[in-house]
């Protein structure tokens, strides 16, 4: 299946494009799309996306369809094919 993947700002440098298909098998949950994009981009992607245990770091928000990825089930949320995930640093301060 095929996801529409967007990110900006650190995020997109480390993909490469602020906006990107990726291929992912049916089916795939959150937690399995981490993990596929840890693989083809790295290290940074994962230090910039997910803490030490592989879940989405806190400095993240990731929306699935709009939807917050943590509101509709976390990293067990189903990815089907069509989906649009967007990855989004938090930024905080004042």
Do not use: H, W
């Amino acid at each position: 299946m095929k996801i529409q993947l967007r990110s900006v700002m650190n995020i997109a440098q480390t993909i490469g494009a602020r906006q990107t298909f990726f291929e992912l098998a049916e089916p795939s949950t959150l937690r399995d799309l981490l993990k596929e994009l840890t693989a083809a981009y790295g290290q940074e992607f994962y230090d910039a996306v997910c803490d030490e245990t592989g879940y989405p770091d806190d400095k993240v928000a990731i929306l699935i369809n709009g939807d917050s990825a943590a509101a509709i089930g976390g990293v067990d949320v189903r990815i089907n094919d069509g989906d649009d995930v967007l990855i989004l640093p938090i930024i905080d301060g004042g």
